[in-house]
């Protein structure tokens, strides 16, 4: 399957329930490289709880996580350490450690799984910074950085390992227009970077800014799923009605 | 009946959950302590987080309870003209019991509702779940530090806490019971052996382990919100004193039945 769909991300018929609540029931969608896909749907339909799935946070009750043709949902907290090096995930509030600096925050990842000098790694963030707009934060403590900071420190935070591919989950809740941008941006960069992503939003400007196809999760399942191109030109159905506010 | 079967229920499944989760989270930190890195910065971190601020909490703790006792054994004594042997009782009772119970019910307190509330509040705001998608373990940077850390500090604060447990007795013997200084140190050199002071000393490692695994463990499972980060807070003080207090007697009757052996 994964050769024939080239996907880099393959969700196979995935299941999971928490109790006797069934959040989903036989989710199944892939991602080719490069692509971004966007993931929508109404709140509490499992959105966040499929992609922490996609890094190994949550283990589906049923069916197969394929990342780059590799089922990673029988794996381990040890296997998954090479699966999270590529996989990078972007927490909605940044999950910054909130006892470091920013520096140190960036610093982590580099430190962790490579042996580079203190030298290279304070170039490394210093170059990361540069590049999320946020030049001159090293020092400060994620308590006083904005919202919107804080994600952006946290998505170069992910990035810091220059992952394959980025899971955002909702990287422009509650944000300001200028943030927002500066998150689409940053986004866009990756993304003409080859990084394959999947990105979890109610946010549909940033949907049509950045993504190339959309899926909406409609009681448990895929409902619908639209390219950027046909969903401006002809919405319908269900995910018409999602977008207009119609459907929850 | 049906009224107490289902909240007794409810418990007993709690305590079995307990049991399960505290026995699967010493198993990780065993297997993760001898299999790669050690966070040595990070324990050197802890140690002075649980050791060197615990220090005044354990030495008012100490000293307050070693001149207390000093005075209620000298007062009891004195009716039948025993107040002589009240630095040998003393010595052996800190030795032996107060200063390690008290102590580690100090640490359980002041150091088990922090690592609870910490780790607790670390995993609302994901920051459990960023150590694990950055690629590394939570076990390993949060877990160990804290478990490691309490068994190097308690004995130590424990060691501390007899020394001034037995000067506060002495202090208290001096000027309230009128026994000579010297006299007072003679005997608590003479009469307590080294025996009364290991049987104590080998709790502390237990319970090290008894404040410091089931606070990380109550930490690592709160779900969501601080409501429950209050709440693990809690347990992890309660049932890490609950432990001290009932495993100080199994152990005093394990160590108790080792001396007699050798």
């Given at each position: 399957?994964?050769?024939?769909?080239?996907?880099?991300?393959?969700?196979?018929?995935?299941?999971?329930?928490?109790?006797?609540?069934?959040?989903?029931?036989?989710?199944?969608?892939?991602?080719?490289?490069?692509?971004?896909?966007?993931?929508?749907?109404?709140?509490?339909?499992?959105?966040?709880?499929?992609?922490?799935?996609?890094?190994?946070?949550?283990?589906?009750?049923?069916?197969?996580?394929?990342?780059?043709?590799?089922?990673?949902?029988?794996?381990?907290?040890?296997?998954?350490?090479?699966?999270?090096?590529?996989?990078?995930?972007?927490?909605?509030?940044?999950?910054?450690?909130?006892?470091?600096?920013?520096?140190?925050?960036?610093?982590?990842?580099?430190?962790?799984?490579?042996?580079?000098?203190?030298?290279?790694?304070?170039?490394?963030?210093?170059?990361?910074?540069?590049?999320?707009?946020?030049?001159?934060?090293?020092?400060?403590?994620?308590?006083?950085?904005?919202?919107?900071?804080?994600?952006?420190?946290?998505?170069?935070?992910?990035?810091?390992?220059?992952?394959?591919?980025?899971?955002?989950?909702?990287?422009?809740?509650?944000?300001?227009?200028?943030?927002?941008?500066?998150?689409?941006?940053?986004?866009?960069?990756?993304?003409?970077?080859?990084?394959?992503?999947?990105?979890?939003?109610?946010?549909?400007?940033?949907?049509?800014?950045?993504?190339?196809?959309?899926?909406?999760?409609?009681?448990?399942?895929?409902?619908?799923?639209?390219?950027?191109?046909?969903?401006?030109?002809?919405?319908?159905?269900?995910?018409?009605?999602?977008?207009?506010?119609?459907?929850? | 009946?049906?009224?107490?079967?289902?909240?007794?229920?409810?418990?007993?499944?709690?305590?079995?959950?307990?049991?399960?989760?505290?026995?699967?989270?010493?198993?990780?930190?065993?297997?993760?302590?001898?299999?790669?890195?050690?966070?040595?910065?990070?324990?050197?971190?802890?140690?002075?987080?649980?050791?060197?601020?615990?220090?005044?909490?354990?030495?008012?703790?100490?000293?307050?309870?070693?001149?207390?006792?000093?005075?209620?054994?000298?007062?009891?004594?004195?009716?039948?003209?025993?107040?002589?042997?009240?630095?040998?009782?003393?010595?052996?009772?800190?030795?032996?019991?107060?200063?390690?119970?008290?102590?580690?019910?100090?640490?359980?307190?002041?150091?088990?509702?922090?690592?609870?509330?910490?780790?607790?509040?670390?995993?609302?705001?994901?920051?459990?779940?960023?150590?694990?998608?950055?690629?590394?373990?939570?076990?390993?940077?949060?877990?160990?530090?804290?478990?490691?850390?309490?068994?190097?500090?308690?004995?130590?604060?424990?060691?501390?806490?007899?020394?001034?447990?037995?000067?506060?007795?002495?202090?208290?013997?001096?000027?309230?019971?009128?026994?000579?200084?010297?006299?007072?140190?003679?005997?608590?050199?003479?009469?307590?052996?080294?025996?009364?002071?290991?049987?104590?000393?080998?709790?502390?490692?237990?319970?090290?382990?008894?404040?410091?695994?089931?606070?990380?463990?109550?930490?690592?499972?709160?779900?969501?919100?601080?409501?429950?980060?209050?709440?693990?807070?809690?347990?992890?003080?309660?049932?890490?004193?609950?432990?001290?207090?009932?495993?100080?007697?199994?152990?005093?009757?394990?160590?108790?039945?080792v001396e007699k052996m050798i």
């Amino acid at each position: 399957m994964s050769n024939e769909r080239n996907g880099v991300i393959e969700v196979v018929d995935f299941h999971k329930s928490f109790g006797s609540k069934k959040v989903h029931q036989g989710v199944s969608f892939y991602v080719r490289k490069g692509e971004c896909l966007g993931l929508i749907g109404g709140s509490g339909t499992g959105k966040s709880v499929l992609l922490r799935s996609l890094v190994g946070l949550e283990k589906p009750d049923n069916g197969q996580i394929l990342i780059n043709g590799t089922d990673i949902t029988p794996m381990n907290e040890t296997q998954l350490i090479e699966v999270r090096k590529k996989v990078a995930y972007a927490f909605q509030g940044g999950a910054l450690f909130d006892s470091m600096s920013v520096y140190e925050n960036l610093a982590y990842p580099l430190r962790e799984h490579f042996k580079f000098s203190e030298q290279e790694i304070a170039k490394q963030i210093h170059d990361q910074l540069q590049e999320f707009g946020l030049p001159g934060s090293e020092n400060l403590l994620p308590g006083n950085l904005s919202g919107g900071m804080q994600k952006r420190v946290g998505l170069a935070r992910a990035m810091m390992m220059h992952p394959e591919v980025v899971l955002y989950d909702e990287p422009t809740a509650g944000l300001d227009p200028y943030n927002t941008k500066r998150i689409q941006e940053s986004i866009l960069n990756l993304k003409a970077k080859g990084v394959t992503s999947i990105l979890v939003t109610h946010d549909m400007p940033t949907v049509y800014a950045v993504c190339d196809k959309v899926a909406l999760l409609l009681n448990g399942k895929i409902g619908e799923q639209y390219t950027i191109e046909k969903l401006k030109q002809e919405p319908a159905g269900v995910m018409s009605q999602f977008i207009n506010g119609e459907s929850a | 009946m049906n009224n107490l079967a289902l909240p007794l229920t409810v418990f007993m499944m709690e305590v079995f959950h307990f049991i399960g989760g505290v026995g699967l989270l010493s198993r990780d930190v065993f297997r993760e302590t001898i299999h790669g890195r050690i966070y040595f910065k990070l324990i050197a971190e802890q140690i002075y987080q649980i050791g060197m601020r615990s220090l005044p909490l354990i030495v008012i703790t100490a000293v307050s309870i070693g001149m207390v006792m000093s005075l209620q054994f000298g007062l009891g004594l004195e009716k039948f003209g025993g107040k002589l042997y009240v630095p040998k009782l003393l010595a052996v009772t800190i030795l032996r019991e107060m200063g390690p119970v008290f102590t580690s019910l100090m640490l359980a307190a002041r150091v088990g509702a922090g690592i609870a509330s910490e780790i607790g509040s670390m995993v609302v705001t994901q920051q459990i779940d960023a150590i694990r998608a950055l690629g590394t373990s939570p076990i390993k940077k949060i877990v160990i530090p804290r478990v490691l850390a309490c068994l190097v500090t308690l004995p130590i604060l424990v060691s501390i806490a007899n020394l001034v447990g037995n000067l506060g007795g002495l202090i208290v013997g001096a000027t309230e019971l009128n026994l000579d200084p010297n006299f007072y140190l003679l005997k608590v050199m003479t009469t307590s052996s080294i025996q009364d002071y290991l049987s104590g000393f080998a709790k502390t490692f237990f319970f090290a382990l008894f404040i410091a695994i089931p606070s990380c463990y109550f930490g690592l499972n709160v779900k969501a919100g601080t409501k429950e980060v209050g709440i693990a807070t809690t347990k992890a003080v309660v049932v890490s004193s609950i432990l001290i207090v009932v495993g100080d007697f199994f152990l005093s009757k394990l160590f108790w039945i080792v001396e007699k052996m050798i």
